[in-house]
C-alpha cells in the first residue's frame, strides 16, 4: 500500500464529503475516535459527528495546499497532515487552516480516523 495514494484518497473523501454532507462523516470515526477543533476536544464518532454537523455555516468548500504523510506505528497507522484555504459561503476572504488525522487501519482493510486535530491559522 502507497501511504501518497492512501492519504490523497483519504484527503479527497473527507474534505468531498465535509463540504457536501458534514453529517455523512460519521463512519470515518469509531467511538475511540478524538476530535480537536479549535482546542475543544470531541470523543466518540456521534459526538464528533454532532459537533461538525453543528458548525454555524451550511456550506463550505475545502481548497487543499498541502498534503503531507508518514507511517506511524508498527500496525500500519499513518500520519496525514493538511493545509489549505476554507471558504464559507457568502464570504469574501478565506479562512486559512491546518488538520492534522492519525488514521489507523481496520480489519476490513480500510481505515479510520483515531485522531483529527483542526485549527485556524491566523495571521
Known sequence: MDPEAVSKAFVDHYYSTFDSNRANLGNLYQDTSMLSFEGEKIQGSQNIVTKLAGLPFQQCK??????????????G??????????????????LKFSQMFHLMPTPQGSFYVLNDIFRLNYA
Request: hydrophobic share 40%.
Open 77 to 94: 497507522g499513518m500520519l496525514v497532515f493538511v493545509s489549505g484555504n476554507l471558504q464559507l459561503a457568502g464570504e469574501q476572504h478565506v
Open 62 to 75: 475545502h481548497n487543499i495546499t498541502t498534503v503531507d504523510c508518514q507511517p506511524s506505528g508498527p500496525v
